[in-house]
């Protein structure tokens, strides 16, 4: 190395030392909610780089200017932290990797580190598949992994078609994940990784995730939640021994609505037995750096900080939400016309107990208005109708305020019908497995009052 | 020659930043180690100049033999300069003597040389082009819409410049915020009153214009409004074309007023009539070339010859042309307004506003503006920046197919006049070849059969689109008597020559023979 890029590697190590004593010093000492509004940007930071601007400025650019070449060599040989080009990095996507992983971390002893991607889907695949790779040279070296049957219908048929169809590589599904034995009895020395979605979309299952954490790591292999419906202000795998946090970040985290963004948080020294020691010690930076680098799913600088302004309200949210979504929960209930509601925040489902173990609002007991730990459930839920599939439609096609659409996580109340819609492409037999019946409707309770998307459920039931 | 820094050669830059610093608060912008000049610098921000504080890095480093010999102080005063060596070459050829014939590298990869002290009074001078510094518009314009007033930002080297969608700015610390609030030292506090990027867009288009400063506003409007009531008073009076976009007649007509501006009307192609509106209360002078919808064309220089005798100042709206034709300081205005919502963004996605001129008038411009409140979005700024790359080009092919537009419609035997500047048929046709590069991307025309053919033709189209505003992608078609002029009576659209069937039409930058084909089969159905 010459002494030129010997010079921007020792400044480097200054601005890093810095910027970790930060963190560790000030940044993880604060509540989840100033650690959502602020993250990582310091008020040092925005006035010595960013004009003093207070929000975190919008780096609209490809790529980055070099001083010089020794700068540059530096750069691209990853020994500096720089971003080059935004495919690779960018200083807006920066604070919002920042902010997702202290507060994924939250609660965690030790450090985690995020890779934002385009899409939940991308990170789905960029969480995935750095162990889905052969680790000798036998052409006859099979690979599988074990997956919760109740996920969304797009990472089903990431998992069924893309992975297993066009590679081979085999998805063993768990059809009752809250029996660990069932999970104990999928995995075999190809197995590469367990993976769960909880809660579930559409049909809110729920399982003791430490107990497949534990069963994980007693194989040699990591845990990897898809945590998009709790968020982290209800849920943190990481802090129970997760290796691997996915989040489609499109839904609750930006509730706005503006836009697609997904992320992978990963702890440090993740459990894994791939022989790359890079990708065990800090994946979230491997798979930035290298298959990301070269896959190119990257996100857009202008929606991670449309999306950081939406995070910085997180816990308030996710609250207002819950407590809507459980007032609606309970109107669907006692109605003559629902079969069965699928919410776990009700006492009489029967994963109400399991849930209510492990989905608290983060700092409940540092709220005033609580003062004590507070169990929440979420904005989504999901119910069938005594009426069946007609019945359902009938319903579905006379809701006036609420919106017809798939999605989820809106600060918009919005209802789906996943067999024809969400979880379409998997076909009658799977949507079996995973439970999804066609008079299943989701429904993703917003921030409006309560009372009105009551009233509008209720002129849509009595059609029904 | 702007000074950029003066120089003070020190034994410990951590020492004396604790004076620099911590007892003056001058701001550190970078500590940064020159090894090939045995050197550390520190540069501290004192409003526009910068304090570099130099530290030897060895004993036979220059400047330890200047502590050495002359003790710490001042060492040199540096100037900024466009073009480093065609400076180096010019000062030689006036005799002085150089240190560095060549350049040599400077702080942040800028390029450096210094005169001998025994040419200048003892006074050690460096010379200093920065690394990316604007173009300064030596450069040609299509150069300029795309590099000028724009560098890498300095701290993420991001070459786009990232847009500062802020509120608010923090200060270091009490004292700092005072400064900032008395305009002591340069930065941030709010973005109503200044944003980096918005800031950014002021001195690209100041720069495109040839205009030494400028101010952005949330619309055209905004613009001219602020520029009138920051010139002129109650009981004074503006002296005004008659032939002005109807947004702008309006204002003039309607609003100033009731704040006790007089606005006087004048057909300022007349230069008797022009002369004669002004006097002692007039303040400010202002024309529209080409105006809107006609296309009339003012000369710019003549005008200007004559407001300039009286002491007002002209103050003109070159929208429909943009500095790519035509640069009205260049032929001496005073003050040059834009709405940036039509070519400047040039995607229909924006609304913007612009005022450029001298220093010390924008600086009044925005004492004035920053208590209005009519600012800018940063997005809608940066919007603005990224239209302005391509506004070259697009102001090519605006022209060419306005051309071909115009000279179809000016032989079709349904249309009774095109007003185009570049016909030799239109009045303002010499003087617009004078003043102009080219004509622009407008056009008027006036269908036989008057309004109701008019409005039969604007119903027919189907690739053009009935819209107002101008200056799009998309071709646009409107009406001006009952559209963007209906602030005309009936009988000032006359006075203006605005007939009841004129059409106005802006030239989008679809395939000019489709654009043809669509007014074809309109005209075809009247």
């Not at chain 1, 598949?129 to 074990?146: A, H, M, Q, Y």
């Not at chain 2, 060492?75 to 466009?82: Q, Y």
């Not at chain 2, 700092?176 to 690209?204: D, W």
């Not at chain 2, 016909?423 to 059969?449: N, T, W, Y």
């Amino acid at each position: 190395m010459n002494n030129g890029v010997q010079k921007y590697v020792d400044e480097a190590r200054k601005h890093l030392a810095e910027r970790s004593r930060y963190i560790k010093n000030e940044v993880r000492k604060w509540k989840f909610d100033t650690i959502a509004v602020h993250g990582a940007y310091s008020v040092k930071e925005a006035i010595e780089n960013n004009q003093g601007s207070i929000i975190e400025p919008i780096y609209m650019s490809s790529s980055q200017a070099f001083r010089d070449s020794d700068e540059m060599e530096a750069a691209l040989a990853y020994l500096i932290p720089s971003w080059t080009y935004s495919r690779i990095h960018n200083p807006s996507i920066g604070y919002l990797e920042d902010t997702l992983a202290l507060l994924e971390g939250y609660g965690f002893d030790g450090e985690t580190g995020c890779c934002a991607t385009s899409s939940g889907m991308a990170a789905i695949a960029s969480a995935t598949d750095p162990f889905l790779v052969k680790r000798g040279t036998r052409s006859d070296e099979k690979i599988n992994f074990v997956s919760n049957a109740q996920i969304y219908g797009g990472t089903f048929q990431q998992f069924s078609i893309r992975k297993m169809q066009e590679r081979g590589i085999e998805c063993r599904w768990v059809v009752e994940p809250d029996n660990i034995d069932e999970w104990a009895s999928r995995i075999d020395g190809d197995t590469r990784f367990l993976f769960g979605e909880l809660p579930s979309n559409p049909g809110l299952m729920f399982f003791d995730l430490k107990k497949v954490i534990d069963l994980a790591h007693e194989n040699g292999i990591p845990a990897i939640f898809d945590a998009t419906i709790a968020t982290p202000a209800l849920l943190r795998p990481i802090q129970l021994g997760a290796d691997i946090v996915i989040h489609s970040v499109t839904k609750t985290l930006t509730a706005s609505g503006f836009g697609m963004a997904g992320a992978v948080i990963a702890r440090r020294n993740i459990v894994s037995n791939i022989d790359s020691e890079p990708m065990k010690e800090d994946f979230a930076a491997y798979i930035k750096l290298l298959p990301n680098r070269d896959i190119g799913w990257c996100l857009s600088p202008f929606q991670a900080i449309l999306t950081l302004n939406d995070i910085r309200t997180l816990r308030s949210k996710v609250d207002v939400l819950s407590q809507n979504a459980m007032k609606v929960a309970r109107f669907l209930n006692g109605h003559a016309k629902i079969s069965q509601v699928n919410y776990l925040g009700l006492e009489n489902h029967p994963l109400y107990e399991v849930a209510s173990k492990y989905l608290w609002l983060v700092d409940a007991e540092h709220d005033e208005h609580y003062r004590k730990a507070v169990n929440r459930y979420g904005h989504l839920m999901s119910f069938q109708f005594k009426g069946g599939v007609t019945a359902a439609r009938k319903f579905f096609d006379n809701l006036k305020r609420i919106w017809r659409a798939t999605d989820l996580g809106r600060i918009k109340s919005v209802a789906t019908i996943p067999a024809i819609s969400t979880h379409q492409q998997m076909g009658e037999d799977l949507r079996d497995m995973a439970n999804i019946p066609a008079d299943l409707v989701r429904l993703c309770i917003g921030a409006e009052h309560p009372d009105d998307m009551i009233a509008d459920l209720e002129q849509a039931l009595d059609k029904a | 020659m702007n000074l950029n820094h003066i120089g003070i050669a020190v034994r410990s830059i951590e020492e004396q930043l604790r004076l620099w610093h911590g007892v003056l608060g001058l701001r550190i912008r970078s500590v940064e180690d020159l090894a090939e000049q045995k050197v550390r610098l520190a540069m501290l921000e004192a409003g526009a100049v910068t304090i570099e504080l130099l530290e030897p890095l060895t004993a036979d480093s220059p400047i330890a033999k200047f502590i050495a010999k002359r003790g710490e102080g001042l060492h040199h005063l540096s100037f900024e300069v466009p073009d480093i060596n065609q400076t180096i070459r010019a000062l030689k050829n006036r005799g002085l003597q150089m240190i560095d014939d060549v350049p040599r590298k400077g702080a942040h990869g800028s390029s450096i040389a210094f005169v001998h002290p025994s040419s200048t009074g003892g006074v050690l001078i460096e010379l200093c082009q920065e690394a990316g510094i604007t173009r300064g518009g030596t450069m040609h314009i299509e150069t300029d819409v795309v590099h000028g007033g724009q560098h890498p930002d300095k701290w993420t080297g991001a070459l786009a410049p990232p847009i500062y969608q802020t509120s608010t700015f923090a200060f270091r610390d009490a004292d700092h915020g005072a400064r900032l609030f008395k305009g002591e030292e340069a930065g941030h506090i709010y973005t109503r009153i200044s944003n980096p990027t918005i800031e950014l867009l002021a001195a690209k288009i100041a720069l495109l214009e040839s205009a030494e400063a400028g101010l952005i506003f949330a619309s055209g409007l905004a613009s001219i409004f602020n520029v009138v009531v920051a010139t002129v008073r109650a009981g004074e009076n503006v002296v005004s074309d008659d032939t002005i976009y109807g947004g702008t007649y309006t204002l003039f007509r309607n609003v100033l007023p009731r704040l006790g501006i007089e606005v006087i009307f004048v057909d300022a192609t007349d230069p008797e009539r022009f002369a004669g509106a002004i006097n002692e209360r007039t303040k400010l002078a202002f024309i529209e070339t080409p105006a809107n919808p006609t296309l009339k064309i003012i000369d710019i220089a003549a005008r200007a010859e004559q407001t300039r005798s009286r002491g007002v100042p002209l103050c003109v709206d070159n929208t429909f042309a943009t500095p790519c034709l035509q640069r009205p300081i260049e032929h001496g205005a005073d003050i040059v307004v834009h709405s940036a919502t039509k070519y400047f963004g040039g995607h229909g996605d924006i609304i913007g506003g612009v005022a450029v001129g001298r220093k010390d008038f924008i600086q009044g411009l925005w004492k004035y503006a920053k208590d209005v409140g009519a600012s800018i979005s940063p997005f809608n700024a940066w919007l603005i920046l990224r239209g302005l790359k391509t506004l070259a080009v697009r102001m090519e092919r605006h022209c060419a197919n306005a051309r071909k537009i115009a000279d179809y419609l000016d032989r079709h035997e349904k249309v009774e006049k095109v007003y185009y500047p570049g016909l030799e048929s239109h009045p303002g046709h010499d003087i617009a070849c004078h003043q102009m590069r080219d004509f622009g991307g407008m056009i008027g025309f006036d269908v036989k059969g008057g309004k109701e053919a008019g409005k039969l033709m604007m119903n027919s189209v189907k690739l053009c689109t009935l819209a107002v505003s101008l200056g799009d992608v998309d071709t646009l078609i409107e009406h001006p008597g009952s559209m963007t002029h209906s602030g005309y009576s009936e009988k000032e659209l006359l006075e203006c020559g605005i007939k009841p069937g004129f059409v106005r039409l802006s030239a989008g930058l679809e395939h000019v023979d489709d654009i043809i084909a669509d007014l074809n089969q309109a005209l075809d159905r009247i």
